[in-house]
């Protein structure tokens, strides 16, 4: 019998004796005055043991079979569910085994099996805590995971995330490379599904921030932009750029909880190519993510701007380079020789500069003055061959002098002749033509 318990009894019989009430130790118990009368009823003929619970000392109406023990260790024991933890293996039990098993209850079952172990909580660094923007699409936090998703099943993917900062609303896509061309990908699909939020808030990686050259501009010149600065800025949409990896602490963590839980979905669901990892993403991940994990923005006002017909989405989320035209109406990009079509050549077109756009889908596009030109590759000539040159820092050694050369030249300097004033005094009307 607990303190408690005795406490209770010392109550009752008070009441029994009529020292207090039953109203009196209603409220002091803090019961109804019909249960103290129960238990008053129940006091004369079981003693002191009324105040003692029925169930104390037997085994709960809630505990899970032997049977059902053995059922979920062993399908736990299995590789597939390596590093599974309470949590998330109550889920798959119950989804995939129908085997219904509550998380705390399963969670002793695996530290006494030894299936998981409970980790020990280091202490963090505390920074300083930044409260949610108030609406969705006012803030959306931008990044990319390198990891080992398919765990040597297949091919190395990347995982880039765009979650709200709101409502930590979640938008994933895996990719082969972290590329400016496959991030703008995924950030046509959100922009088409969702509009042009106020602004995106990105780590300095190159793909949103040109690095910095030293001798190589102004101290006061800013650097030009990247091509995701440039789409950005031609859709109106702000960019912030992040100066620590706790300061966007929410994508952080989602890429946390993605390289655990979606890690081993993947491996359950023995994915092993970009395909089926992506199909696994939208249809399982993102839609758990986005039904347990989104909470509710404090302003109910979608800060998110719609397109309208000035927001050209191919053009904008392109690869854009400048090129000038040459006297023949061509230019080169890419290592290729362009050539404007006759018809759409116009005045002031030779010698002017043209943005050049090659889309996401693989065409060139190419505008000048706001409209845009039709074009043709042109075929370029074969070039001619060139002759083997002489490697350099190898001098040419000349030949040695022949024989009739050191002949002619010992008969030059072996052999005399007259004086030349004697030569122009000899008279060439009287003299033989050979001189002796």
Partial sequence: MTQRDRDRLVV?????????????????????????????????????????????????????????????????????????????ASEYLASKHKLRIGREALRQLMLQAGLWRRRQRKDE???????????????????????????????????????????????????????????????????ERNGRPVAFYTDKASIFQTAPKKNHRLPDEPAPPTQIGR???????????????????????????AQDRLVKGLRVARVTTLEGANQYLEQEFVSWWNQHLVVVAANPTDAHRPLDGSHDLA?????????????????????????????????????????????????????????????????????????????????????PPSPAWRQGQDGIAGRGGIPLWKAAEINRTRTPDVLE
């Fill in 12 to 88: 009752l019989k008070k009441a029994q004796k009529k020292l207090i009430t039953q109203r009196q130790a209603a409220e002091e118990l803090k019961l109804t005055e019909r249960h103290v009368r129960r238990l008053l009823i129940r006091l004369k003929k079981e003693g002191d043991r009324t105040v003692i619970h029925g169930l104390r000392g037997r085994s709960s109406n809630r505990k899970l079979s032997e049977q059902t023990r053995e059922k979920a260790l062993r399908i736990l024991s299995e590789k597939v569910y390596r590093g599974f933890g309470p949590t998330l």
């Fill in 125 to 191: 660094k505390v920074h300083e805590w930044r409260a949610r923007r108030s609406s969705r699409g006012e803030l959306v936090q931008w990044d990319t995971s390198e990891h080992d998703w398919l765990e040597g099943r297949g091919e190395k993917l990347y995982l880039i995330h765009l979650i709200d900062d709101a409502t930590s609303e979640l938008t994933a896509r895996f990719v082969r490379h972290d590329s400016t061309e496959e991030n703008m990908r995924l950030l046509w699909s959100y922009l």
């Fill in 231 to 257: 789409a950005l800025a031609e859709l109106g949409t702000g960019w912030i750029a992040a100066h620590s990896p706790q300061a966007k602490g929410r994508i952080e963590r989602s890429f946390s909880t």
């Fill in 315 to 399: 053009a904008a989320l392109s690869h854009v380079e400048t090129r000038q035209i040459a006297n023949d109406y061509t230019f080169r990009f890419q290592s290729r020789l362009y050539q404007i079509v006759s018809q759409q050549v116009r005045p002031g077109l030779r010698g002017a500069k043209v943005r050049v756009e090659a889309r996401l889908d693989g065409s060139l596009a190419v505008r000048f003055q706001q409209q845009y030109l039709s074009i043709q590759e042109c075929q370029p000539q074969p070039k001619a061959p060139q002759t083997k040159s002489q490697p350099a820092g190898r001098r040419k050694v000349p030949p």
